[in-house]
């Protein structure tokens, strides 16, 4: 079965209105001096971490944030060393890093990819800039172009673009443009989510004072189907609901492990594991984090032991999404689903089908009630 390492790196230079993540800003991290608030010191916490990962044969490694890219190239290749040299890389790991196509040069992407960094994903959303700044997002639509190029020039080939779309005021011409200015840069895999409204973000605060309007579900499942067109035309094809790619050795191996019963070890503030039947996770906040590892403690918060029914639904809220479909035994009576159009019998295994994943919340909670 496949283990995956998560690496954490919980900073951001600005926070988007929109996002939740367990990711701090400088500012509320309250300075560099404030134990587990220095970017530059953040990887000694992490590798204390990683010292209690029992010896295990690592297949794939995904660092992810927050903003890996605000933490030094350097640092994100001695972590992956101290996997490699403590556990031990599969031949042909997959390691893959996000990035923020505003904190990368040429440099730092050379110095990942001659590290050991096969895989890059940066953050794009949109190439829209009315619609990049009601997200909040920093960059200039042109960066994502060049850091892509950067990217390859340093020898990256497989490179994933993340987009968001139903973003209030995205006209559907502005997604078309999206998507297009994506595909453009010939990337091998590509994340498109509709855009959620996060309770306690400010941009949910925004939504709640009417000063936004979120589109209605019509309208973003037009987009998803846009999207899902142009991809299909560019030769991206769907492997999971929101994930799109080239091939088979396109796709993103670490969470496919999520998706199907794989084990991780997640290292990081509020980072989530799931080892041996045990689901855990850290302490949230970076100094708590810090400094229970500089007590020479563990950063485990909290953890439980899913019994046999609660990793069964979870199996089916998550393999239902992925383009393989899930086996048919795993599902109760899926009849009314199949009479519905949601599911199509595929061999052994039921798969969405295109109006399926556009219902596909409704399709999980119903296959969930009919396991009861
Ligand atoms: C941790 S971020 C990626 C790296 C980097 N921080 C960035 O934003 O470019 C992971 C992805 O989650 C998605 N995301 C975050 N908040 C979201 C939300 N409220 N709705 C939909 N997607 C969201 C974004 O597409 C983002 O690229
Ligand atoms: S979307 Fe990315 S850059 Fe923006 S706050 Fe969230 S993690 Fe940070």
Same mark, same amino acid.
């Given at each position: 079965m496949a283990f995956g390492i998560y690496l954490h790196v919980p900073f951001c230079s600005v926070r988007c209105g929109y996002c939740d993540f367990n990711t701090y800003t400088a500012d509320e991290l309250g300075g560099p001096d404030v134990i587990g608030a220095s970017r530059a010191t953040y990887i000694e916490a992490a590798l204390a971490e990683l010292s209690l990962v029992p010896e295990r044969t690592v297949d794939t490694v995904f660092v992810g944030g927050g903003t890996p890219s605000q933490v030094p190239a350097g640092d994100l290749v001695r972590f992956l060393r101290a996997v490699d040299h403590r556990l031990g890389l599969a031949p042909g790991a997959e390691v893959t890093t996000e990035a923020n196509p505003d904190s990368?040069?040429?440099?730092? $992407?050379? #110095?990942?990819? #001659?590290g050991g960094f096969t895989?890059?994903?940066?953050?794009? *959303?949109?190439?829209?800039?009315?619609?990049l700044s009601v997200l909040e997002r920093t960059h200039d639509p042109e960066r994502v172009p060049q850091a892509v190029a950067w990217a390859r020039e340093a020898g990256f080939e497989q490179v994933s673009l993340d987009l968001i779309y139903g973003t209030p005021t995205e006209s559907m011409d502005d997604w078309r443009h999206s998507v297009e200015s994506a595909l453009a840069m010939e990337p091998n895999h590509i994340s498109a989510y509709a855009l959620i409204v996060e309770q306690g973000t400010a941009f949910a605060r925004k939504v709640r004072r009417g000063e936004v309007v979120m589109p209605d579900?019509? #309208?973003?499942?037009?987009?998803?189907?846009?999207?899902?067109?142009?991809?299909?035309?560019?030769?991206?094809?769907?492997?999971? $609901?929101? /994930?799109?790619?080239?091939? +088979?050795?396109? *796709?993103?191996?670490?969470?496919?492990?999520?998706?199907?019963?794989? *084990?991780?070890?997640?290292?990081?503030?509020?980072?989530?594991?799931?080892?041996?039947?045990?689901?855990?996770? /850290?302490?949230?906040?970076?100094?708590?984090?810090? *400094?229970?590892?500089?007590?020479? +403690?563990?950063p485990r918060a909290d953890g439980e032991r899913p019994d046999a029914d609660a990793r069964h639904l979870e199996d089916v809220m998550l393999r239902i999404r992925l383009a393989e479909g899930i086996e048919t035994a795993l599902l109760g009576d899926a009849d009314r689903l199949v009479d519905a159009g949601w599911l199509t019998p595929v061999g052994d295994r039921m798969v969405l089908t295109r109006t399926g994943r556009l219902m596909a919340d409704r399709v999980v909670l119903e296959a969930v009630e009919a396991l009861d």
């Open positions: 990368v040069s040429p440099q730092s $992407l050379a #110095e990942l990819r #001659e895989r890059i994903s940066f953050g794009m *959303q949109s190439a829209v800039p009315h619609v579900d019509d #309208e973003t499942a037009d987009k998803y189907l846009l999207a899902d067109d142009l991809m299909a035309a560019a030769g991206l094809h769907w492997y999971e $609901l929101s /994930n799109w790619a080239r091939d +088979e050795a396109a *796709q993103c191996r670490h969470n496919i492990g999520y998706w199907n019963g794989g *084990q991780w070890w997640g290292v990081g503030p509020g980072a989530h594991s799931f080892v041996g039947g045990e689901r855990w996770w /850290n302490v949230k906040h970076p100094a708590a984090y810090a *400094q229970r590892l500089t007590a020479g +403690e563990s």
